[in-house]
């Protein structure tokens, strides 16, 4: 069987090369992915000109089907958002929303192009939200047709109305590596168990 491959779609509103929570906590799940024989890459989204819209391809310069075919192009897909104001990102929002289009996309068994793919969230933040943010996004990637693992989401919160941030950490807790580690483990196993036996067609 050919290697696994994930990629991460990191939704942080600051701009390369500045530090983000966001990409951290996605390094470290990738870290994790590795050691599971996945190939990992990422990329930050503020970074690329993703135009708001519900079609594959806005036109104009927008930039998302490069970033849409590195998610067809692998088996695992990873989320990772920072809660603003309670909620994900705008831009995790806008990620969801260009994905809708691939409802209408299918693949040689006429299903949902996402189908048989593997999705995992991860979220940082220093207010409350980390629990309804994850489930929103996993809501959203499983209607699209992506397969969310068991314990597919992780995420670390700071003290309500602080400053300390994820990246701020001499270390990561030993709780989320833990929970980072078991996303990981059963990401994999997920997609590779869809590798031998995908989905049935209709």
């Not at 503020?46 to 594959?56: E, I, L, M, R, Y």
């Not at 314990?151 to 670390?156: E, P, R, S």
């Not at 109305?161 to 990401?187: G, T, W, Y």
């Given at each position: ?76 897909f990873l989320l990772s958002t920072p ?34 793919k593997v999705a995992v969230v991860s979220v940082v933040g ?77």
């Open positions: 069987m050919e290697n696994l491959k994930a990629f991460a779609l990191i939704c942080s509103l600051t701009p390369s090369p500045e530090p983000s929570s966001s990409e951290l906590m996605a390094n470290h799940i990738l870290a994790e992915l590795s050691k599971n024989g996945v190939t990992t890459s990422s990329a930050r989204v503020v970074d690329h000109n993703v135009a708001p819209g519900v079609k594959t391809d806005m036109g104009n310069g927008d930039e998302w089907p490069g970033l849409r075919q590195r998610i067809l192009d692998a088996d695992i809660i603003w104001m309670g909620h994900p990102s705008s831009l995790a929002q806008r990620v969801v929303e260009r994905l809708d289009a691939d409802l209408a996309e299918t693949n040689d068994q006429d299903q949902p192009i996402m189908y048989n220093n207010e409350d939200g980390a629990h309804k943010t994850v489930a929103d996004m996993m809501q959203a990637l499983n209607d699209i047709g992506f397969t969310v693992p068991a314990q597919g989401g992780t995420y670390w919160v700071g003290e309500a109305m602080q400053a300390v941030d994820f990246k701020d950490l001499d270390e990561v807790p030993e709780n989320i590596a833990h929970s980072i580690s078991m996303l990981a483990r059963n990401a994999a196993h997920v997609a590779k168990s869809l590798k031998v036996a995908s989905y049935p067609p209709e």
